[in-house]
């Protein structure tokens, strides 16, 4: 069955950086678009980005020009390196195939605070 995994959260003052990791089983992971989502208390999940398999990517405006997602297709791997981190990034990391119907994983926390 489809299993999302994800990993790299932690504790960040403003301004510092972290890099989120997704491993992905269970499906063919070239044919899909991968997405990190980001669950805040009181809000709907957001989508911050996303990528094809060939790499181009897109962004939040929240996030562009501080996130930088990325895969490596051989390890059925999808990144997220996050840099000049605020507050309001503060959250529950989440990744996940677009376009397909799986449950979320678990995902990992990222709080931002001095």
């Known amino acids: 069955q489809v299993q999302l995994v994800e990993s790299g959260g932690g504790l960040v003052q403003p301004g510092g950086s972290l890099r989120l990791s997704c491993v992905a089983s269970g499906f063919i992971f070239t044919n899909y678009i991968m997405g990190w989502h980001r669950q805040v208390p009181g809000k709907q999940r957001e989508l911050v980005a996303s990528i094809i398999s060939h790499g181009t990517a897109s962004y939040a405006d929240s996030v562009k020009g501080r996130f930088t997602i990325s895969r490596d297709n051989a390890k059925n791997t999808v990144y997220l390196q996050m840099d000049s981190l605020k507050p309001e990034d503060t959250g529950i990391y989440y990744c996940?195939?677009?376009?397909?119907?799986?449950?979320w994983g678990q995902g990992t926390q990222v709080t931002v605070s001095s």
């Open positions: 996940k195939p677009h376009f397909l119907d799986v449950s």
